[in-house]
């Protein structure tokens, strides 16, 4: 697969298994917008 440099792509940060916290990485032009559509702060 091809990518452009500017792409929005997420990975998973953590290792699979049973944990209490996941961490998935989100970057690119639009992961500030799709970040805001998807998480809500307090």
């Known amino acids: 697969m091809i990518t ?3 792409d929005t792509i997420t990975a998973i940060s953590t290792p ?3 944990g209490a916290i996941g961490i998935v990485r989100l ?3 639009d992961a500030f917008a799709i970040a805001s559509k998807v998480f ?3």
Do not use: H, N, P, V
């Open 4 to 6: 452009k440099e500017f």
């Open 16 to 18: 699979l298994g049973e």
């Open 27 to 29: 970057s690119g032009t």
């Open 40 to 42: 809500k702060g307090k």
